[in-house]
Each structure stands twice: as structure tokens, then as C-alpha cells.
């Protein structure tokens, strides 16, 4: 199969006439400034290599406009996201996840890093299958068309103040495994699969106590590691009252940080963890959407890319599936805290939109021979980006303007319409058990 892309994003910037020649799912040709051949699909626009969403909880979709109402903070926003995971089991996270991933695939997303810390039933018993809930989401990204980097997440405490780490309250009891030992055995129990590997997660300094750290990253060898980091001012002041360290300092001194390591949020950071952060090469993991929609505050991330730490994007609760937009907000926060414009180049928000490295996939993320065939054509004549610079469509483009979307050389999105159909249907369906009645 041979794409010709009006434009396409080439080390770092459009060029115009390309022809992108496929076989077996993977890039075996390029070539730049030539016109069609007779059979080539044609792709109008800009062609952007396929988005990395590195950051999601797919269940938290079924919360989108549903706690506006409620005020608070992240704190308080989180009893309402543990009610729905209390609801949640194999078939309805099937049908969630499904739908999610659908949505994320017509904005443009090729592979999500799911943070899956949903692992047992209710109580905290085991399913037969004591990967069921982990295999649902592998289901899912199947179904919808696109990659998964299973992110399995240690889970052992409830939280962490100054007298050290609390109990798993009720429902955070199907998260959580006995210890690092027990959830290093469920995880090497998963088996792996042509669109899905697995990798892992630390949940926080808060879930999981000091002395299990260098459990969990021996355990995650060979494979992404993410871990939440610094999202709250609480967690920092419950870290420091208890360990005398900042989570960032905690998790340097017992080895998480790394090349292999994402740091989602890294919100609250002090001048040390950054430099403790970029000069360890440690990824970061910026969701400016969630953020704001709860309150965290706005990131570091141009300091933290100038310190050494490259940057991905994600849409963690899913307030809006637009990586577009949240590649954006990196940018327009960073305005926002500096009073200055341009502070990260557009070249470098995209790198953030397709940073599949961080997700495992180091052969995916640019147009190049040898390279996954992940192709997302933006429209550039649409109201949003008609008279655009095609070198700055980033700060223009939004999910609406994602017209074709290519995965492993498969077409899952064309003119904007998904395989699996009417995904605005699926959402309601999948979406409308856990409201039943309120």
C-alpha cells in the first residue's frame, strides 16, 4: 500500500509530495517531492505520525461532565471516581474501554499507556483469571484498532501521612496485591500479545511504601515503568513529614528514576527534583487537561526538557481525548506561569505527541523506513486551521480535524468515521450503567 501525503511531518517540520510506501504494518519507503502515482492513497493536509497518548485511566471516562457540580478539590473529586470503580467488572470495563479507545483513535491516538491498577473484584478477590480485568483492556485496544502498552500498577497502601503508609479502604482493595513479590507474579502471568506488551507502574509514594520500590523496578526490568509523581502539594508534605525527602529525592534513592521511567504530572517540584529528574533522563508525562479540570496546578515542563527529561503527553481522566489540545495547554500553561510566549518550538510539542518510546514502541513515533505505519492526516482547511502555517498546525488543530487515521498500516479512521461505527453510541452505552438512577 502507498500513501501520497499533501504534507508530511519529516525531521521535525512539513515537507510537501510525499509518497509513504507500507508492507506488513511496517514504513519501507520514502520519498519527498514527487507528485501521486496512479493507485496511491491519497491524504490531503498534513500528515503527522501517529499520536502516543502515555497517560490514561479509561474508566475514569465514565466521570466526564459528572462532578462539576460537586466543587472541591482532586481529593474530593477521587470518592466520586471510586464509586464508579466500584461498579466496574470484566464485561462493563470491556465495553468502557472499548469506547475510549475509539474515541482516542479518532483524535489521532495510535497507542495509549494505560495506568491498570483495577485488578480484582470486589473486596479485593481474585478472579479466576487473575489478569481478567487487564486482558478486558487488551480486548479493548484490539477492538478499537490501536496499540496498548499495559501499564500494571503496583498498589499495596491506602495513602501516606506523617505517621507512614495507611491501610486499602474498601474499594482500594481491588487494587492492591499482597506485595511487590505478589504483584510482580500476577503481572508475569500476562501473556503478551502483537498489539499489546506489558509494562509497569509504581502508583504513587503514596501506594507504595519505600522498602517495595526496589522490588517493583527489579521486577520492571526491560520495561516501561511510569509512576505518578508530585501530582498534589499533600502528597509532597505527607512524603517529607514521613520520609524526610521529597518523592522525586525518594525515588532516585531507591533507583526508579531513569530512561525507562515516565514521571506523570510532576506537578510540585522543587529546583533538586528537577535536576534529580532530567539528569537521570527520566521521561515526564505532562496531562495539562486534567490538571486543570482538577485543580493540580501547572507543571515545570520547559525547565524540566531543558534539564534532560524528554517530554509525552497524555489525557489521564479523560476531561477531553484531544492530544492535539493537551500538546497545546504544555505550551499555553507555561504562558500563562511565565508571562511569555513560544516557550516550547512546535517542533517539540509534536515530539510530546509522539513519544511512543516511552510507551515501549521505540520503532514507532516518525515517518521513516522501518518505522510502524502510524499516519494521522490533519485537515488544513477546516474552520480551525484554514490559512494555518502547516509548521504550526499544532497550535491550531484540534481533534475535530482528524481525518484519517492509520495503525500498523491499517486504516481504522477515514473521514472521520471509526470501524467500529457511531462511537458517540458506544460511549452512552457503555457509560449509562454506572448513572442509573442518579
Do not use: K
Not at 60 to 66: F, K, S, V
Not at 282 to 310: K, M, Q, Y
Not at 348 to 373: F, K, N, S, Y
Amino acid at each position: 500500500m502507498t500513501y501520497w501525503c499533501e504534507r508530511a511531518w519529516i525531521d521535525g517540520g512539513p515537507v510537501p509530495r510525499v509518497r509513504v510506501v507500507v508492507a506488513d504494518g511496517r514504513i519501507t519507503d520514502v520519498e519527498t517531492g514527487v507528485d501521486a502515482a496512479p493507485g496511491d492513497a491519497r491524504l490531503p493536509g498534513l500528515v503527522l505520525p501517529g499520536f502516543a497518548n502515555a497517560h490514561s485511566h479509561a474508566f475514569h471516562r465514565a466521570l466526564r461532565g459528572r462532578t462539576h457540580d460537586a466543587g472541591g478539590t482532586f481529593w474530593t473529586w477521587r470518592e466520586r471516581m471510586y464509586a464508579v470503580a466500584a461498579r466496574l467488572d470484566p464485561d462493563t470495563y470491556l465495553a468502557l474501554a472499548r469506547a475510549t479507545y475509539a474515541e482516542m483513535a479518532l483524535a489521532g491516538v495510535t497507542c495509549v499507556g494505560e495506568f491498570h491498577y483495577l485488578h480484582h473484584g470486589p473486596g479485593g478477590a481474585p478472579y479466576a483469571d487473575p489478569n481478567a480485568m487487564g486482558a478486558a483492556l487488551v480486548q479493548a485496544a484490539a477492538d478499537a484498532g490501536i496499540r496498548l502498552t499495559l501499564l500494571d500498577t503496583c498498589y499495596l497502601a491506602g495513602g501516606l501521612d506523617v505517621t507512614g503508609h495507611t491501610p486499602l479502604d474498601d474499594v482500594q482493595a481491588r487494587f492492591g496485591d499482597r506485595d511487590a513479590a505478589a504483584w510482580a507474579a500476577r503481572v508475569d502471568g500476562f501473556g503478551e500479545h502483537a498489539h499489546a506488551r506489558v509494562g509497569a507502574a509504581v502508583h504513587s509514594v503514596r501506594a507504595v511504601p519505600a522498602d517495595q520500590l526496589a522490588d517493583v523496578t527489579a521486577a520492571a526490568a526491560g520495561r516501561p515503568l511510569h509512576v505518578h509523581l508530585s501530582e498534589q502539594p499533600r502528597e509532597n508534605a505527607a512524603c517529607q513529614a514521613f520520609y524526610g525527602r521529597t518523592p522525586t529525592a525518594l525515588l532516585a534513592e531507591h533507583g526508579v528514576l531513569g530512561p525507562a521511567t515516565t514521571a506523570v504530572h510532576a506537578t510540585h517540584l522543587s529546583e533538586a527534583d528537577i535536576a534529580l529528574l532530567g539528569g537521570s533522563g527520566t521521561n515526564v508525562c505532562a496531562c495539562p487537561s486534567t490538571e486543570a479540570d482538577l485543580a493540580d496546578g501547572i507543571g515545570p515542563f520547559r525547565a524540566l526538557r531543558a534539564a534532560g527529561s524528554p517530554l509525552a503527553v497524555g489525557t489521564d481522566q479523560h476531561a477531553v481525548v484531544d492530544l492535539l489540545a493537551e500538546a497545546r495547554l504544555v505550551e499555553c500553561h507555561e504562558r500563562l506561569a511565565s508571562g511569555e510566549r513560544g516557550r516550547l518550538p512546535a517542533a517539540a510539542l509534536v515530539d510530546a505527541l509522539t513519544a511512543h518510546h516511552c510507551l515501549g514502541w521505540p520503532d514507532a513515533g516518525r515517518i521513516a523506513p522501518g518505522q510502524r505505519a502510524d499516519l494521522v492526516a490533519i485537515a488544513l482547511g477546516s474552520p480551525r486551521t484554514a490559512g494555518v502555517a502547516p509548521e504550526q498546525v499544532v497550535m491550531a488543530a484540534s481533534a475535530e480535524d482528524v481525518r484519517t487515521v492509520v495503525v500498523d498500516g491499517r486504516v481504522v479512521v477515514r473521514d472521520r468515521q471509526h470501524v467500529l461505527g457511531d462511537v458517540g453510541a458506544l460511549l452512552a452505552a457503555a457509560i449509562a450503567p454506572f448513572w442509573e438512577g442518579s
